[in-house]
């Protein structure tokens, strides 16, 4: 069964469709275009109708334009529209408007892919399940991820996001649905507002989406969760809290056990308990929320805490790798926390809480000390109080626990300034700077995190980490 046939897609668009053809993907990238997919030739540095032409030469079923590129055939499969993302945006609608799925918005200052990802894997294990790829959560990627669901979707997750205020609420209004979850609301972004109470508002914008009725999932914990309490009661839906503080799903206990997050909570009164395959306190209240999230979604809450057990964190996000630095002896290793894809102060508190909780190795590398060792960028957006907020970090107990900090980025140096001369690594403007010699200030038995805004590149760290790496050897003497 196709996903889009030329009919289909006219009638929910208003375009006109060129050919017969039908569709089994959606895709806005010619790198990585699979052969079948609609091509949405949308407008952002370069112009998508510039490579109509390559994607139907790599198999593209149709193209979504809003005339007939250069270079490509009258008769070429297309569906013409006048506006390319507006005919993306009706797409989709009509796919939402076309599936009995139960669709889950999530939104929040941290943790909101995080979260997206454990609502997947709980309801990948329960039904037909639908989600967000990436973070395609801004104004094309959800009715991206919207047009790319099939029909007979039970499940869907649907992250949204905001750099500014007014984006939130059309992106909710597209998605209708049935449940919003906001993870958290946090010092993100206040280069766009003028207070986080303000950025509390634009959040507490999903519950728009939501019919009278609908379920608001919402983290009690949270310092403004009034504000989305109180848009939760204005728009007369139900709501589920979940957190410390949260009379619904309560959060009792948190260990952190290796590489393991032992959760207890109580769920209406019954008592859970629960593991998710990763360490961090944070994770364990992203969990809690997909958990009420899931109940309220009439899944079976015994199995979807079962499936937390068996989930690790999206790339970029907080997953862990064991890294071999030698070929045959396998006990040389050092572990890396990736965690690079983006920061803010309250994620960045919450990675030094698991760096400074990260079990070291002693007596097997150079140093023998196995130290805990953090790569830190620029956190970005964050408004006048930018060099604050960075020179606040020295004063976290996470913090100070640990072995070795590098900064990266001009904020990053009101941190490094405030360190101890122990603490004291090394201060660039870049990450490329730190690459040459990097390997030498690394041991086996040490724990390594890399976290910073997604501009600041950490990935660089966190691929030349990897690249010190050996495949193990099989020294099985038989």
Known sequence: MSLWTAAEAAAATGGRAVGDWA???VSIDTRTIAAGDLFVALKDVRDGHDFVAMALEKGAGAALVSRIPEGVADDAPLLIVEDVLKGLEALGAAARARTKAKVVAVTGSVGKTSTKEMLLAIFADQGRAHASVDSYNNHW?????????????EFAVIEIGMNH????????????????MVTTVAAVHLAAFDDVAGIAVEKAAIFDGLQPGGVAVINADIDHAAILMAKAVDRRLRDIEF?????????KDVQVQGDTTVVQADADGTPLLFKIGTPG?????????????AQAMGADLALAAASLGRWTPYKGRGVREVIHLDTVDTHLTL??????????????????????????????????????????????????????????????????????IHCIGPLMRSLYDLLPAHQRGEWAATSAELLPGLSSHLDSGDVVLAKGSLSMKLGL??????????????????
């Open 23 to 25: 569709c089994n993907g």
């Open 141 to 153: 990627g959800v009715p991206l991820t919207l047009a790319r669901m099939p029909v007979d979707t």
């Open 165 to 180: 205020p007014g984006e939130i609420s059309p992106l909710a209004i597209l998605t209708r649905p049935d449940a919003a």
């Open 243 to 251: 957190g410390v503080n949260a009379y619904h799903f309560k959060l």
């Open 281 to 293: 306190r944070h994770f364990a209240m992203n969990a809690l929320g997909a958990l009420a999230i």
């Open 335 to 404: 572990n890396l926390i990736d965690d690079s894809y983006n920061a803010n102060p309250t994620s960045m508190a919450a990675a030094l809480e698991v760096l400074a909780a990260s079990e070291v190795t002693h007596d097997i590398g150079r140093v023998s000390k196995g130290r805990r060792i953090a790569y830190l960028g620029d956190m970005k957006e964050l408004g006048s109080d930018e060099i604050a907020l960075h020179a606040g970090l020295a004063h976290l107990k996470a913090t100070k626990q640990l072995d070795l």
């Open 461 to 478: 760290i966190v691929d030349a980490i990897r690249k010190m790496g050996h495949p193990v050897t099989n020294v099985d003497a038989g």
